[in-house]
């Protein structure tokens, strides 16, 4: 395995506000990048903002803005929302800087040099909102042109076109040869399905005279490049200088897989003789309340909210744990409350206070030595050695909802274990044997949490920081022989209580107006 890692997210609109679909991107993102950062590799985490194009354009024109001024304003909102998710980004890409156009420049050049970019007239249908021309293909099956497209009109203009068709066969022969280009497997099987039917060039211009807020094209003032050309290689231009290409993977959204991560970018690298990225993870799509999560549904529930009022990790934790990768998923504010409730509150919190409770009263704070050995104690650590078994499978394919699912198995076997071992009246015993059974189980229900809180860094790095410290273990930087059972927590002084999940009451009802 390379010891360097390079990930990126897709750089989001700068045309509105961030939303789940945002969020949840940068947090699965994050929870990779530091999960390879505990696994010891170089890390370099990218994300960024999409600033060109039309939307813009008009947005700023209805203001009486100029767009910088306007994507200025966006991107700091989108940046404060990475940090209210504790996102550890390295660098953060916006496409109107010096560094990302003059590299689109060069690679346009590149393309015009060698023949293939070309110009040409096409009269099609074009979508304004979408910004692309469609063709019948795009249509739904009564041949009416689909919402998302919005108002769709014929237009007959001179543009520049990127040779992409050349380029099919052997793009079908890369997807085919790398079966983990493509994650999960089911979408590379949808894409190439779509590569079935025959490609046409890209067209990846726009005259001035439609859309000046673009990146010129070098070769000609009077065009700007297309928004898809401009915004995929921010994944090269950020990092150009840094000689970090090729990512290791890309997280998108499924929506933007096909044609553009899965068709444009592989064939402009192809065509300009870059390597190409190792790998597309592709996530699904967030509803809330069942319904689709975006601006313009102005969906009731304020999802991003509940980073600010149950903080940044459960608000991580839930949709790490709520959508496995790949699927789509449903946000609501009672499976929130819920898994808040049960999953942190009652299983995990309630269990390092338990222990912080018990050793505090029998122990004077000091968590003892295991003595007894007993069945339910080689229990406890056999499940374990299958939990960071699993743990690890499940990080390495980037299921992270797994992994949490086993991790939780393992914290309820912790909490059956303690009902089990009735810790509360082997302190009332004088047995010697109880004595040194007590002894084991709190011994053991430290270590467990140790292992618990290393594992579960990544998805709630302050909670786990929190936790360790609590137990008087540092915080954990390295997963590198962290995930062994060990006694290391023995002899530690513990805190005399640490509420990780406090009650968060409701807001009060609303009054309807
Ligand atoms: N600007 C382009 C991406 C260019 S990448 C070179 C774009 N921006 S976006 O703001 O519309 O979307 C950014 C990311 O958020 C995409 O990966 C998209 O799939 C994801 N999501 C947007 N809404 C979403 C949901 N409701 N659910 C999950 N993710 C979705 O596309």
Sequence with gaps: MPSSFYIT???????????????????????????????????????????????????????????????????????????????????????????????????????????????????DWYSTRQ?????????????????????????????YYFKLAQFQEWLIGHISSHPDFITPRFRRNQVLEFLKEPMNDLCISRPKSR??????????????????????TNYYSAVAAKGLWPADVHVIGKDILSPPHAVYWPCMLKALNIELPRQLLVHGWWTVN?????????????????????????????????????????????????????????????LVNRLLNMVGRSYAGVIP???????????????????????????????ISHALESVWVFISAMNAYIEARAPWKLAKSTDPLDRARLDSCLAHVAEGLRLVATVLTPVMPVTCDKLLMNIGRPVAITLAGQLDWSSVCTGSTVAAECILFPKIEPPPAQVPA
């Design 9 to 123: 997210t897709a750089i989001d609109y700068a045309n509105g506000s961030p939303h789940l679909g945002h969020a949840y991107e940068k947090v699965l993102a994050d929870v990779i990048a530091r999960h390879a950062r505990m696994s010891g590799r170089q890390t370099y985490f990218l994300t960024g903002l999409d600033e060109h194009g039309q939307k813009v354009q008009q947005t700023a024109q209805k203001r009486a803005i100029e767009p910088q001024v306007l994507v200025d304003e966006i991107a700091a909102v989108f940046q404060s929302m990475l940090g209210n998710l504790n996102i550890s980004n390295d660098d953060y890409i916006r496409t109107t800087e010096v560094r990302h156009k003059i590299v689109v420049q060069d690679f346009l050049q590149r393309l015009f040099d060698q023949g293939l970019i070309y110009k040409g007239q096409k009269s």
């Design 211 to 232: 859309l000046t807020w673009g990146i010129e094209l070098p070769f000609d003032k009077d065009f700007v490049t297309y928004v898809w050309f401009d915004a995929l």
């Design 131 to 159: 910004e692309q021309f469609l063709t019948d293909k795009d249509r739904a099956p009564d041949g009416s042109w689909p919402e998302i497209y919005g108002e769709v009109t014929q237009t007959t203009e001179e543009n």
């Design 290 to 350: 069942n319904q689709k999560a975006s601006k313009s549904a102005g969906n009731a529930t304020d999802t991003l909210g509940f980073a600010t009022s149950h903080g940044a990790d459960a608000f991580r934790f839930y949709l790490c744990r709520e959508m496995v990768v790949g699927q789509d998923a449903d946000f609501s504010a009672l499976t929130f409350e819920n898994r808040y409730k049960a999953d942190l509150g009652n299983n995990l919190g309630n």
């Design 369 to 399: 030595a295991a003595h007894a050995d007993e069945d339910l104690e080689k229990a406890l650590r056999s499940l374990w050695v299958d939990t960071a078994k699993k743990y690890a499978a499940d990080l390495a394919e980037f299921q």
